[in-house]
């Protein structure tokens, strides 16, 4: 981490982990929850003497600061709300979460559109509960310490630019803005995270993480409410009241089988195949057929002697998602139906994408190919 000035040592576990704590969903960004100052003990308190002056602060300084502060911290507790969004979806979240360092147990209780969980993890190991489906999960991860705490920073602001940005007020509480910018983008994504932290106490404010590739863009939002610092957490806290119907979550996967030949993968499937018009300089490569309850899908693959593919694949349940409402496809006709088509830039390569749906399933072309030639691979699909 390259922070402006010198770079601490080490840097305090508690910030990134917030800030990461719900970026994998997705979800549009709302207005913002009232934010409040933490709660803490006299104990805690007493460590604030001693740090900058605001208007003389640098990003280090506040991470060394910060850093400090947290050396106190034996219980913490909190509740993330996080939203999502960009141009195709939206979703928000939240999570309440509390940590007992001493006693080195967790809580968290995880509210997303998909449904509620609630985990418990100590020094034995971990128990999922699943409210909505009623199931029950045991693993053998156990609690130790940081690393297994929603309290990570690494992966946020090691390698990266950390630059202070000055004081703002966020919602009545007065904050540090430190903006951080990996060092090493992927691809031809752009990444940035602005974080406020209170200038009182060093814990976060909010946050906002955007993403944005040219076609492709994302912006992730987080309120961090009732933080509370070295108060008693009720013990009752750390258990899981779960109901004795409560079953274990039926973790079977999908039958799955590979061919490398075409005659072989059509001749032990009793799905309908696509018989796709592929043009002359690409030869069949290997092939996939999944068998489930839920579905089942058939992919063949193509490719030519300059190592450009080609991908067409039928899932027999239709998709869920909506293209119309995604700004980067582009409706095309295909025969009688409505296709939508895309192209996604890696390095100096284009690839283009086909989705659309025909019969109650769900086809997709994916490959080296202009949109005219990927229209000509779908139209050749007899799907009626």
């Known amino acids: 981490m390259r922070p402006e000035g010198n770079a601490p040592s080490s840097i305090a576990v508690l910030l990134g982990s917030l800030l990461l704590l719900v970026a994998a969903i997705g979800g549009p960004a709302t207005a913002a929850p009232a934010a409040s100052a933490p709660a803490q003990s006299a104990d805690y308190a007493q460590t604030q003497a001693d740090t900058p002056d605001a208007d003389n602060e640098t990003a280090a300084e ?15 507790s909190l509740t993330v709300v996080s939203n999502s969004s960009s141009a195709s979806y939206s979703s928000s979240a939240e999570q309440s979460i509390w940590v007992d360092f001493e006693e ?15 985990t418990v993890r100590n020094e034995s190991g971990t128990v999922v509960y699943n409210v909505d489906d009623n199931t029950v999960s045991e693993y053998e991860y156990a609690f130790d310490g940081q690393y297994s705490t929603p309290l990570s920073l ?30 090493m983008q992927y691809g031809n994504h752009s990444y940035q995270t602005t974080v406020w932290v209170a200038t009182e106490t060093y814990l976060p404010v909010q946050s906002r993480t955007t993403s944005d590739s040219g076609q492709y863009s ?20 750390f258990t899981i009241d779960v109901p004795d119907d409560a079953e274990e979550p039926d973790t079977s996967t999908p039958a799955f089988f590979s061919y490398e030949s075409e005659s072989e993968l059509r001749a ?23 068998e489930s309850d839920d579905y089942t899908s058939v992919t063949l693959g193509y490719a030519t002697d300059g190592e450009e ?17 995604n700004d980067n496809y582009d409706a095309v006709d295909v025969g009688n139906q409505t296709g939508y088509y895309n192209e996604l830039d890696y390095g100096e390569s284009t690839i283009s994408i086909l989705v659309w749906e025909c019969a109650g399933d769900h086809y997709t072309v994916y490959g080296s190919l202009s949109e005219s030639e990927t229209i000509d691979v779908a139209e050749s699909i007899d799907c009626e």
């Open 104 to 118: 080195n147990r967790l809580r968290t209780e995880s509210t997303t559109d998909y449904g509620e969980t609630i």
């Open 309 to 325: 593919s080609l991908t067409v694949s039928k899932r027999t349940t239709s998709s869920a998602y909506s293209y119309d409402d």
């Open 218 to 237: 994302y912006e992730v939002t987080q309120e961090y409410r009732n933080v509370t610092v070295n108060e008693p957490i009720p013990e009752e806290r």
């Open 154 to 183: 690494d992966t946020l602001v090691n390698d990266s630019d950390v630059t202070y940005e000055g004081v703002e007020t966020i919602d009545g509480t007065e904050t540090y803005r430190l903006d951080i910018e990996p060092q």
């Open 268 to 290: 032990n499937t009793t799905q309908s195949v696509p018989e796709p018009d592929v043009p002359g300089n690409y030869s069949f490569e290997n092939g996939y057929v999944t």
């Open 62 to 76: 506040i991470l060394d600061s910060y850093e400090r502060q947290l050396s106190s911290v034996e219980t913490i």
